[in-house]
């Protein structure tokens, strides 16, 4: 069941506290939860931001419903209902709050299950989990908390507020910074991917750099974050990552980008600031990328690029029996190049 | 060493519990393992389904060979054969028994070293593994399993007997239906990839939305499930999930659907029923797939398929040096089409 | 922060240890760190290997640099410096020595919040980590290294020297072989994807067969590697893979292959020795690849591949304006044949 509130709110108290218009309803009455508009009921608050969604508005059952002047007709007359600017982000405000009130209590301290090293340093308000291990000389700022489980290795810093969910792995030496959130399973600080080739063999070029990531960064689920060869692996202050991307050894990315999922970025890229980089897209080792490039999803970038604007690179879905004809003409390219050029060159044409 | 069966089993239980006819062979011989043709000695099942391992067959040692009429000529003279009409689902369900006959007696119970909230709810026969940490409000139904180190969050359901392998953490108030198997290292119920832009900056967007699973839904290692942003994510019933794989906010996957590894679903997409989709295939967002779709692999899915069939999209590959001709004629595609309607234009030809 | 010796080295044991010739620099001086040129101080030795690096040479203020004679006039004067044929090799060697004479001193031994089997089979020196899970059977092997929370199914065994990262879980009956290396969250014989279709539903194919892996094997952190459905899925000795990889049933690779990040390999697909598979890459189900063959980044093999050599099939990245254009034309390159075809036809050229 989704979360409510232990103490619903009234309407009052919403509009107080967030802003708005209580247009229509009884400002005592009061909810207890959030919800979709079609799954809405009356001790739930939901939202319509968009003339797409008047359909389920038409027939909602919510508590409340927070609605622009504009698209307020679209509600049945006694809904009540909250009038706002911007509803998504009178709801993006809301459910901040609402996630923290909503949540159990938590036990805070740390649990008599963790191992924490004796000259490990944990700040004020920490929270450690069942089962975490906290290396020697690692420090754990103000405020974190660390989800079961949790890994911290040997002099590696979480800054102050900064949540790890349970089964976050940080090898040692590495740094978070404060108010960033990484979810669960994801490895940061694993060695990076470096080997000589002797003959046959490869042979291991130890991995002494570190992972830096900055202040409020999010990393999603199932991430692997390689620390640097020699130089450090850096992450900018505010970059979101999702889940499963890989960041190779030595890369670094510029404040505030945003990676979506199964991002794969080899050894030593250079990423800009504010990149948006689409779902399984690829960035080839030791190139740059500038600031403000957005790459579409499942794109390779092989070589830098200098200048911001979008790039995308993927195939085109066909049906399959399509797809095998327009594979083979791809295969043969050069040679229908070279057939247009000879009927150029018998015309006079050679444009080309 | 692959396992053996604790007490062997003679060729005549063989067929009385699993049908097939003894043509060759003791009925009081015993097996106690199973094996592939060239590896199988005298104590173990093999089986011969296409005439493709005939050759395979020609030298086998095995114990006893399950095989089909018309294939059964393909072995030695003496081996101890089963014919059964079909000898691979023959196989299936003997290794099924096997893989349960054959597994060392579980403990059951809850291990001293889990660390079980005062109010989690758990069935009957359910094993709770050591490490493993269930919050307050979680049920754990009757027969589950759960391996050493599952982290089940506070108000989450894992139905009866479903088995979650080691290092499975299911977030808060995320569902897992009956008779599931989730493979180790998977992450049910990260947060979804939200957030909204304001100025130069990433603002959070709370996931407050679930992940619920179906029953006899098998998902991989190393998947990522994110839990929805206000909907929830959905998995239907009898659904296949092979390895590292993510599953984005607010994406429902209709019943029955096999998904193989490396997959990638952006955000609230939705797939409906008998899908199958191809390995390190991306789905885009906010697009719809109908019932009795197949995509195959390293396709990217950027718009809603209406049309059940076969999809794909993925770039052929090339020797290097041709790859790189054919790579600098698809950037100048647009040019070698325009160049080919001037000549038809010379010609009169305007069939473009 | 980064690591130091704990007791310094004098250069002129630096020569003594590692070779080459202390050309400018006090033998007494010590360093006790390691850092890129830019970063370097009075205690950090670094190196320069190419001249494209000479600018960051110019200004260092390292303890001592390593560099090849031909480029030692790069340095400032007063530098000291170590002259070596290949300063790479040399880095590489030291950097060996330096990431354990740096290490803090390891606890070793069996941590007493470690739950081991009563007939777990432990070699000598063996250190096993707080919260590690190891079944019955399982055999560690002389000098293996499991970090926290790593998990040893029933029966496997870890070869001598062998160290697993934190939270590593190898399920049952598998075996890694000596002096190899798994980095953190790695899954080690998850059940391969094996199913059979009766009506709409899939039935599970019980997954029998192991994963067995060689000697000097590295594997990157969040990988998935299936056991065998029947036979076994192999690794051969030498072989070094990235992070995020997914190795599917019945695979076999060959020695000292290179995988790098995010690469997916279906079932049953049989890979060489001395194989380069570039990160992203796919290599579909039950096909061939001979010895010595790359593959570059973000191909997809649908065909065995019969001769060496260099491969690659990723779609070039454009300006998106261009790429929706060109994707247009890609759909309908048979088309474009046609046309080309039809224009030949006219002139009497039927070289097509």
């Known amino acids: 069941m989704a979360r409510r509130l232990p103490v619903p709110i009234s309407l009052a108290e ?3 506290r967030f802003g708005g218009t209580l247009d229509v309803g009884d400002p005592a009455a009061t909810i207890s939860g959030v919800a979709p508009l079609p799954a809405a009921g009356p001790l739930d608050l939901a939202f319509l931001a968009h003339a797409r969604f008047r359909d389920q508005a038409s027939a909602t059952r919510a508590g409340v419903v927070v609605v622009s002047p504009v698209l307020a007709a679209a509600l049945p007359a006694g809904v009540p209902r909250i009038l706002a600017d ?22 805070g301290g740390i649990h008599p299950q ?6 490990a340093v944990l700040g004020e308000g920490v929270t450690i989990g069942p089962g975490c291990v906290i290396e020697e000389g690692a420090h754990i700022d103000a405020g974190a908390t660390l989800g079961a489980g949790v890994f911290i290795g040997a002099g590696s810093q979480i800054g102050a507020n900064t949540r790890l969910a349970p089964r976050v792995t940080v090898m040692h030496d590495c740094r978070i910074g404060r108010d960033g959130l990484v979810h669960s399973g994801t490895v940061i600080g694993s060695d990076g991917f470096g080997f000589a080739r002797e003959g046959e063999r490869w042979t291991k070029i130890p991995q002494l750099g570190r992972v830096l990531i900055g202040d409020q960064v999010e990393i999603g689920a199932q991430c692997a974050i390689d620390r640097g060869a020699l130089e450090d692996t850096e992450i900018g202050d505010g970059c979101k990552l999702d889940n499963l991307i890989q960041v190779a050894h030595n890369v670094r990315i510029g404040a505030n980008c945003a990676l979506a999922g199964c991002v794969g970025i080899a050894g030593s890229a250079v990423i800009g600031r504010r990149c948006m980089i689409g779902g399984g897209t690829g960035i080839a080792g030791h190139l740059e990328i500038c600031d403000d490039v957005t790459i579409f999803a499942y794109s390779l970038v092989t070589r830098s690029i200098r200048v911001p604007g979008s790039y995308s690179g993927s195939f085109p879905l066909m049906d399959s029996k399509e797809w095998e004809k327009a594979a083979v003409i791809v295969r043969r390219l050069a040679d229908m190049r070279d057939r247009v050029r000879r009927l150029e060159k018998r015309f006079g044409d050679d444009a080309s």
Chains 1, 2, 3 share one sequence.
Request: charged residues 10%.
């Open 14 to 16: 919403i509009v107080g």
């Open 114 to 119: 963790a191992i924490v090293a004796a000259d």
């Open 86 to 107: 911007n509803p998504y982000a009178y709801y993006a405000g809301f459910a901040r709050w609402f996630e923290i009130a909503s949540a159990p209590p938590g036990g």
